[in-house]
């Protein structure tokens, strides 16, 4: 049963490891990736405006993610940028408390990237019947 379907624009955002960043008054201070935090707000934002029903522990759930990533002008690379996996958990995190419980409910994830003129994120929730 899908619980969740829909497109969020945008230029997606890895969700890496958070740097430690040494102050010179002491202490370390501790920094996401650029732009990480209004991207999991717009996935958030879009999520509850569909109103998803909220998958309830102890039933588990399967997610589709297609990123569109806008090719750069020139590029050496021929893939996408942006690890897949790092791309995934940030998608995973915005929708934990709006489409699961907890992101160790997602037993099943396909996340696919490719070029495209419209960035964004394609996401497909659904609850895995057992």
């Known amino acids: 049963m899908i619980t969740l379907n829909l497109c969020v624009p945008g230029n997606p955002r890895t969700q ?11 202490g370390v201070f501790m920094k ?8 999991r707000d717009a996935i958030a934002w879009h999520a509850r405006s569909k ?8 039933k588990s ?12 002008k020139k590029s050496r690379n021929t893939f996408p940028k942006g690890d897949v996996d790092k791309l995934a958990r940030a998608c995973l995190d ?10 160790v409910q997602v037993t ?5 990237k490719q070029w495209g003129v419209d960035p964004g994120v394609v996401i497909v929730v659904s609850e895995i019947t057992r």
């Not at 996401?32 to 991207?39: E, I, K, V």
């Not at 109103?51 to 102890?58: A, G, Y």
């Open 32 to 39: 996401q990736p650029d732009g990480l935090r209004p991207w």
């Open 108 to 112: 099943q994830l396909t996340a696919n």
């Open 61 to 72: 759930a399967g997610i589709y993610l297609l990123f569109t990533i806008e090719p750069p």
């Open 16 to 26: 890496g490891s958070i740097t430690g960043i040494q102050r010179k008054s002491g």
């Open 94 to 103: 915005a929708l934990t408390g709006i489409c699961w419980d907890d992101d």
């Open 51 to 58: 109103r998803p029903t909220k998958i309830e522990k102890p």
